[in-house]
């Protein structure tokens, strides 16, 4: 391996942290400045990707139920212009999210990202989290009065 195509692997590896701290931030545009103008989001189970439009609007949903976001990138793993990240990701649920009101409940979201990056911006992301743990844990204790 050349030093060269290792130190963009590193890189490659810190713009993707980054990425996921902007996330704790709770700052949508911060987020948004990693993203390419053509971006594309393919979500668990999706069949079609998201374009950026469709990726702000969703998580904006994500924003608007959960504050209080801490994450971890616990592993990954660079190769060309591709990051894989395991990441831990906690929340306070504190607005509707999938039809459940607020519980205030600290969520636990684990999840693997595959990112493509292309001119320093993410121009495909993959993920894959279970929708179903996620949506136990909210279920798990009643709404906030």
Known sequence: MQKDEGDRRELNKAFIRAYFKAYDSGDANALWSFLAPNHA???PGGSEPMDLTGRKHDEMFFFN????????????IAEGDRVASRVKMYADHTGEYQSI???GT??????IDICRI???RIVEEWAEFDMGSIL????QKPPIA
């Open 41 to 43: 989001y393919y979500p």
């Open 65 to 76: 139920a959960f504050s209080n976001i801490r994450t971890t990138v616990e592993d990954q």
């Open 118 to 120: 292309e001119d320093g």
């Open 106 to 111: 600290r969520t636990k979201f684990v999840f």
């Open 101 to 103: 009101p607020s519980t």
């Open 136 to 139: 136990q844990q909210l279920r």
